[in-house]
Nanobody
Framework: QVQLVESGGGLVQAGGSLRLSCVVS????????MGWFRQPPGKEREFVAG?????????SYSDSVQGRFTISRGNAKNTLYLQMNTLKPEDTALYYC?????????????????WGQGTQVTVSA
């Protein structure tokens, strides 16, 4: 049984930082791309960042977080990370990690068959 468990969310003031973690079990962590998505209140789920499993981890980001967020993976610990800096109120959302069906990251949620339950990030003005 595949499990993805996120942690690290919370309440932070604008300009602050948070680090999200996602532990994967039940499926190979090394063969598939990983991604972070988020769902702001009243909006659809959107791609945040993705990382491949090869080449040291080729990453991609949405325009809204480029330069502020960093995705990384700790392969020895089967753990995915999202370092979020210079947070803004518009970053408030439920954040999900997901494992792709492909080796390279995709921005379409359809390409990710496995999902965690999410961790809430709230950024106050």
């Amino acid at each position: 049984q595949v499990q993805l468990v996120e942690s690290g969310g919370g309440l932070v003031q604008a300009g602050g930082s948070l680090r999200l973690s996602c532990v994967v079990s039940g499926r190979s962590f090394m063969s598939y791309a990983m991604g972070w998505f988020r769902q702001p209140p009243g909006k659809e789920r959107e791609f945040v960042a993705g990382i491949s499993w090869y080449g040291g981890g080729t990453s991609s980001y949405s325009d809204s977080v480029q330069g502020r967020f960093t995705i990384s993976r700790g392969n020895a610990k089967n753990t995915l990370y999202l370092q979020m800096n210079t947070l803004k109120p518009e970053d408030t959302a439920l954040y999900y990690c997901a494992q792709a069906r492909t080796a390279a990251p995709r921005t379409d949620a359809y390409e990710y068959p496995y999902w965690g339950q999410g961790t809430q990030v709230t950024v106050s003005a």
